[in-house]
């Protein structure tokens, strides 16, 4: 039971990853309205996060996934 329930976690852990990188490579790519939201050196610097984490949540620190949610955030709401 207890396998279970930490694959589940592990699952909601990866789905909320996957939103935040599809949601920044939207952002980053494509999305100049709310791109324009933010100033140069942060739209730099979600550039420099998506780019170093390839995809995977492993390969930012805490403190870079914080980050990027804190930009993204900004980006999404103005």
């Known amino acids: 039971m207890a396998g279970t329930a930490s694959k589940l ?3 909601a852990k990866n789905v909320r990853w996957l939103a935040l990188y599809e949601t ?5 790519g494509h999305g100049r309205r709310v791109w324009d939201n933010l100033e140069p050196v942060e ?6 996060l998506v780019r ?7 390969n930012l620190s805490d403190g ?3 980050e ?3 930009l993204i955030k900004k980006a ?3």
């Open 9 to 11: 976690l592990g699952r």
């Open 24 to 28: 920044a490579r939207m952002v980053y």
């Open 43 to 48: 739209r730099e610097r979600i550039g420099a």
């Open 52 to 58: 170093k984490s390839k995809g995977r949540r492993a």
């Open 64 to 66: 870079e996934r914080n």
């Open 68 to 70: 990027l949610w804190t």
């Open 76 to 78: 999404a709401t103005g």
